[in-house]
């Protein structure tokens, strides 16, 4: 099977800044697009960022100019770095990776377990 282990969340004060980690590990073929989402309690899981394989991003606007997402594919790792924080940022983040088993068979969506970001005002 595969997991996604996301780390880095925690309490920052407004104007501070967090990077999130994220690990895909198991029986990994490839992955194609990684990203970043973030529900806030009472509300929808969200689109962050997203970035494909080969490198492009796109990213919610309410982070663009504040946010960064990157990859290592060596590693099977996406990353977000997130500066200017806002109280409104407060939800949980979670990693998302399209990733296939193998080299025949279909690409699935997998999801880490979230990890909590809490921004103080």
């Known amino acids: 099977q595969v997991q996604l282990v996301e780390s880095g969340g925690g309490l920052v004060q407004a104007g501070g800044s967090l990077r999130l980690s994220c690990a895909a590990s198991?029986?990994?073929?490839?992955?194609?697009?990684m990203g970043w989402y973030r529900q806030a309690p009472g509300n929808q899981r969200e689109l962050v960022a997203v970035i494909s394989s080969d490198g492009s991003t796109d990213y919610a606007d309410s982070v663009k100019g504040r946010f960064t997402i990157s990859r290592d594919n060596a590693k099977n790792a996406v990353y977000l770095q997130m500066n200017s924080l806002e109280p409104e940022d407060t939800a949980v983040y979670f990693c998302?990776?399209?990733?296939?088993?193998?080299?025949?068979?279909?690409?699935?969506?997998?999801w880490g377990q979230g990890t909590r970001v809490t921004v103080s005002s």
């Open positions: 998302n990776g399209y990733i296939r088993m193998s080299g025949v068979g279909p690409t699935n969506s997998f």
């Open positions: 198991g029986t990994i073929f490839s992955i194609n697009a």
